[in-house]
């Protein structure tokens, strides 16, 4: 600790612009001196392995590591907000105080990726309303328990989850409140979600929630041809599949639009902006597959919303076959969504 009092402060939360300044730097340099090509790659290559090492902590809590990664728990500059990271991915969040400070009581709003006004959030009460009675819900994927705020009385939401780290994380009443204040007595199968799940009984469940996506690195075998038979199979005569695909390095979208096509299910697919980042409200891109166009209620009729036909110029991706570079390549031809 060199720097003291309010340098040391500035340097911890500029950390990222400071990084990525020396690096530009650096590159520009061996540009005008003329370094080969291979000194000017090992120097973007070292700037970004920093900048992914040395993230913006802001308000940091605590870090919480498991075999299946490092997780970060964050408070925002302005103590409102607890953001939980994946590297560079946030996975959840909730806000713990209002604007003058004082601690949010009551029920939290789910937000992030699951906000009323989303993909997610609108599938959810789209299906509800179509049912017209209590929901019988499958979530893959804890995160912070966002979900479980999503749940209304006499419903039945069943969670998996392969890493128990994340389910303390969320449990836990100085991150997070979601678990405690919506399902206090959370009880999550904890393994891997798709060994589990296709043990779960055939035409159970009303929705199907897949939250798995979102990380740097994709559970592949969560979104592939024989993946999607075990959700169709566990699936209740009208349910609907809800895939949640928002990835900034992959477009997933017509991935699960293909394995859908290739189980005889016709997909509608979310894709906006909700232009709220500042208040923790994202944009979402979201799939939601059924059999027939009535199981999705109000969705079919939505202009956010877009039924989407599987592109035969592209593999559908099974257990044997997959492609990443197809999908890196679509989100840089694309641009995020």
């Known amino acids: 600790h060199w720097l003291g009092g309010r340098s040391e402060?500035?340097?911890?939360?500029?950390?990222?612009?400071?990084?990525?300044?020396?690096?530009?730097?650096?590159?520009?340099?061996?540009?005008?001196?003329r370094a080969n090509r291979w000194s000017v790659a090992a120097l973007v290559a070292v700037a970004l392995t920093l900048m992914r090492i040395y993230p913006n902590e802001e308000g940091h809590i605590d870090t919480v590591r498991s075999f299946f990664g490092v997780h970060k728990i964050q408070v925002t500059a302005d103590g409102r907000y607890h953001v939980l990271l994946?590297?560079?991915?946030?996975?959840?969040?909730?806000?713990?105080?209002?604007?003058?400070?004082?601690?949010?009581?009551?029920?939290?709003?789910?937000?992030?990726?699951?906000?009323?006004?989303?993909?997610?959030?609108?599938?959810?009460?789209?299906?509800?309303?179509?049912k017209g009675a209590p929901l019988r819900v499958a979530v893959i994927g804890v995160g912070s328990g966002t979900l479980a705020c999503a749940a209304e009385p006499g419903e039945d939401w069943k969670f998996f989850e392969i890493d128990q780290t994340m389910v303390d994380a969320a449990r836990d009443p100085r991150y997070f409140s979601y678990l405690q204040n919506c399902a206090p007595d959370f009880k999550p199968v904890i393994a891997d979600a798709r060994l589990t799940f296709a043990k779960e009984p055939d035409g159970l469940y009303d929705l199907i929630i897949v939250d798995a996506y979102s990380s740097d690195a994709i559970p592949i075998h969560l979104a592939t041809e024989e993946a999607m038979k075990i959700y169709k199979d566990k699936l209740a005569p009208q349910g609907?599949?809800?895939?949640?695909?928002?990835?900034?390095?992959?477009?997933?979208?017509?991935?699960?639009?293909?394995?859908?096509?290739?189980?005889?299910?016709?997909?509608?697919?979310?894709?906006?902006?909700?232009?709220?980042?500042?208040?923790?409200?994202?944009?979402?891109?979201?799939?939601?597959?059924?059999?027939q166009e009535a199981d999705i209620g109000k969705l079919a009729s939505s202009e956010q919303w877009a039924e989407t036909e599987a592109d035969e110029k592209q593999w559908v991706w099974t257990d044997d076959y997959s492609n990443i570079i197809g999908a890196l390549y679509r989100r840089l031809r694309d641009g995020e969504q």
């Open 9 to 33: 402060d500035w340097l911890r939360t500029n950390i990222v612009s400071v990084v990525s300044g020396i690096g530009a730097l650096s590159v520009i340099t061996a540009v005008l001196f």
């Open 86 to 130: 994946h590297g560079t991915t946030i996975h959840g969040a909730e806000l713990m105080r209002n604007a003058d400070g004082s601690p949010v009581t009551g029920r939290p709003e789910p937000i992030t990726y699951y906000h009323d006004s989303g993909g997610i959030g609108q599938a959810i009460t789209a299906v509800r309303e179509r």
């Open 240 to 291: 609907a599949v809800v895939m949640h695909v928002s990835n900034r390095h992959l477009e997933l979208s017509s991935v699960i639009v293909g394995i859908a096509d290739a189980n005889d299910l016709r997909s509608w697919v979310f894709s906006e902006d909700s232009g709220r980042d500042d208040e923790y409200i994202f944009s979402t891109s979201v799939v939601v597959s059924a059999r």
